[in-house]
């Protein structure tokens, strides 16, 4: 089965984000620019005759589609990169995806999923250096 | 005031405010060069230089420079407040316009020094550290070496040091300085490891053109009369923009593609190389004034990179390279057919001035690095010069001045 992860983060999270998601192995992604808010409200900016209230605020949307049994190990790298503690740290929705499809080759599912060196293949490169097979048999093409 | 000439004072207005102008032209030069997250803060560092070097200038900015020489090395405290500076002319340095005007022209030149600068250290100074930095610098750095090159009775006026309208006292002050404070402040958080590509270069390209324009008073001002003088600097200064700005873009051409913002950053590399030279020189060395600044400055900002400084907007390699190259050029092109108050450079014959332009480059060197390398350490020590590192990823538009760019 294939995932969606949608996560809403803080605009300057978007670095450290992208990095624990490198680090991984999570080479595909789209970012959006979005603005909105949670619970908390807004914040206040300054004018030439003092302040006013913003509620909308600027975050980054960020959209995975990947399979599975990656989407915990996903989870974990955002939610630890995007943490601050304070409020307004985002959230993450997960979405069940019906079918990708790869326009350039037409590949569908898994296969228009897999790159070089994704999350899938470091899993397959890690065990098989070990000795212990511990991939789980995804194709790299 | 019998002795004012109503050409000269118009011109000379007319060309304190084109330089007045340059100022914010170089707000949006830098401003376009930085991420979007920081663009109000990086055009402020530039913007707010017109306040506070306007008050230090009529306070006591003018005085330290232009004031009766103390030794040569800085000026009395004569004109203290502007005092006794009004519509009579001072004849020891413009005899046909008031003297009032002269300190108004040149304040705009002590304004936007610092500003230069900025380039150095946008993205991550913290603003409150960044004011009392100018104030200091202007009043440990600019003020004297205004002073020594251009104060009647300054030790390096006095050496015959050729410095038109600020190759060294401007540019290569800023240059070196940039290059001090970079090294004291750090990089950018992520510097080389993500991209921090420029947020509008329209804006960069604006600034540009608006400097190159400036640069018309800047240059062609510092004849201090509507002569010819004023118009051989005015077009000598057009002419080495022109062929520093081609020769940059066949660089990148060479290395890629022809780059506008390589243009742009070519023309004004062109203008500070040709900065010390406009009044002493023919148009006919000022094409190679300004074809040769642009490779010595490209390649300075190659160097810049591969050692990985984050000297972010490059006022070292442009101002500073540039400035120490039409320094050095001054002393090779200058010829006395142009200027009978200058002197002869080394293809005139006069292999002495050259020598005289070297020794006054290595000493405002010395100086500018110097003095800001101390400064930015003490200021680093009591107030810190960098912001926290979430102030820095949020961008200091909202973490410094609680305003944003784009709504």
């Known amino acids: 089965m294939t995932k969606k992860i949608e996560a809403i983060i803080r605009e300057e999270k978007l670095n450290d984000v992208k990095e624990a998601l490198r680090r991984i192995g999570i080479v595909g992604m789209n970012v959006v620019e979005v603005r909105g808010h949670g ?28 399979s599975d049994h990656n989407v915990e190990p996903t989870i974990e790298a955002i ?36 790159y070089e060196d994704d999350i899938d293949t470091r899993r397959q490169k890690i065990p098989v250096r070990n000795g212990v097979n511990g991939g789980n048999g995804v194709k790299v093409s | 005031m019998d002795n004012i000439n109503a050409g000269d004072t118009a011109w000379l207005i007319v060309a304190t405010g084109l330089v007045l102008m340059m100022t914010p032209a170089l707000a949006f030069f830098y401003g376009g060069m930085v991420r979007k997250k920081n663009a109000l803060s990086t055009l402020n560092l530039s913007i707010v230089t017109m306040g506070v070097i306007s008050i230090q200038w009529v306070l006591y900015g003018y005085t330290l420079a232009f004031g009766q020489s103390m030794g040569g090395f800085v000026g009395g405290l004569n004109f203290l407040g502007l005092n006794g500076v009004g519509a009579a002319p001072n004849a020891d340095y413009a005899a046909t316009i008031p003297h009032l005007l002269f300190a108004a022209y040149q304040m705009m030149f002590a304004v936007i020094t610092p500003a230069l600068i900025t380039g150095a250290f946008v993205e991550r100074i913290k603003f409150k550290t960044y004011l009392v930095f100018i104030l200091l610098w202007a009043t440990l750095v600019y003020d004297p070496l205004a002073h020594w090159v251009w104060g009647v009775g300054g030790f390096l006026r006095s050496m015959g040091a050729l410095d038109f309208a600020g190759g060294t006292v401007v540019h290569v002050s800023a240059g070196f300085s940039a290059l001090a404070f970079a090294l004291a402040i750090g990089p950018r958080r992520w510097f080389g490891r993500a991209p921090m590509e420029p947020h509008n270069i329209p804006f960069t390209i604006l600034g540009a053109g608006l400097l190159w324009v400036g640069w018309f008073g800047f240059n062609g001002g510092s004849a201090l009369a509507a002569n010819g003088l ?30 506008v913002l390589g243009f742009v950053t070519g023309a004004v590399v062109g203008l500070v190389a040709i900065t010390p030279a406009a009044g002493f020189v023919t148009p006919m060395s000022a094409i190679l004034i300004g074809a040769l600044a642009a490779p010595i400055s490209y390649y300075a900002m190659r160097l810049r990179q591969r050692r990985n400084l984050d000297e972010s907007l490059d006022v070292w390699a442009c101002h500073g390279m540039g400035g120490a190259w039409g320094a050095l050029a001054t002393g090779l092109f200058a010829t006395k057919t142009i200027n009978e108050a200058g002197a002869d450079g080394l293809f005139y014959g006069n292999v002495a001035q050259f020598g005289i332009q070297a020794v006054a480059l290595i000493i405002a060197i010395a100086f500018a690095f110097g003095i800001t390398f101390v400064l930015t350490k003490a200021l680093n020590a009591v107030w810190g010069l960098r912001v926290s590192p979430n102030a820095e990823e949020v961008g200091l538009d909202i973490s410094e001045h609680g305003e944003q760019a784009y709504a």
Do not use: C
């Open chain 1, 39 to 66: 619970h908390q409200g807004g914040i206040e900016l300054v004018g030439r005759q003092g302040t006013y209230y913003v509620d909308l605020l600027p975050r980054i949307q960020l959209n995975i589609v990947l």
């Open chain 1, 79 to 114: 939610s630890d990169a995007a943490r601050t503690g304070g409020i307004g740290d985002g959230l993450i929705f997960v979405y069940p995806v019906e079918e990708v499809i790869r326009i350039r080759t037409g590949e569908r599912g898994r296969d228009a999923l897999t």
């Open chain 2, 230 to 259: 004023a118009v051989y600097a005015l077009v000598n200064t057009n002419t080495a923009a022109a062929a520093a700005g081609l020769v940059w873009m066949f660089l990148t051409w060479q290395d890629g593609k022809p780059s």
